[in-house]
Nanobody
Framework: QVQLVESGGGLMQAGGSLRLSCVAS????????MGWFRQAPGKEREFVAR????????FYADSVKGRFTISRDNAKNTVYLQMNSLKPEDTAVYYC??????????????????WGQGTQVTVSS
């Protein structure tokens, strides 16, 4: 049973930084790409960033490019999202997600099978 558990959310002032973590269990972590998504109040869930199984390839939404960094530590079964220069519009529940197919890195939400419970990030102005 694959499980994803996020942590690190909280309340931050605009311009501040937070680092989210997602610990995975239930299979060989280093074989799977990982993604971060977010859902703001009243909006649909959207892509934030994704990282390949080796960590060599990363992709970002335009809205976070240059401010957020996704990384992973395969020895710790953990993927991170470092968020800098936070803006009020970054306020959302952040989810990590994983596909069911090894050595894949889906570009859309539909490609992700496993989801964490989410962690709230609130950025005040």
């Amino acid at each position: 049973q694959v499980q994803l558990v996020e942590s690190g959310g909280g309340l931050m002032q605009a311009g501040g930084s937070l680092r989210l973590s997602c610990v995975a269990s239930g299979r060989t972590f280093s074989m799977y790409g990982m993604g971060w998504f977010r859902q703001a109040p009243g909006k649909e869930r959207e892509f934030v960033a994704r990282i390949s199984w080796s960590g060599e390839n990363t992709f970002y939404a335009d809205s976070v490019k240059g401010r957020f960094t996704i990384s992973r530590d395969n020895a710790k079964n953990t993927v991170y999202l470092q968020m800098n220069s936070l803006k009020p519009e970054d306020t959302a529940v952040y989810y990590c997600a994983a596909p069911s197919v090894a050595y894949s890195l889906p570009a859309t939400q539909n490609g992700y099978t496993y989801w964490g419970q989410g962690t709230q990030v609130t950025v005040s102005s």
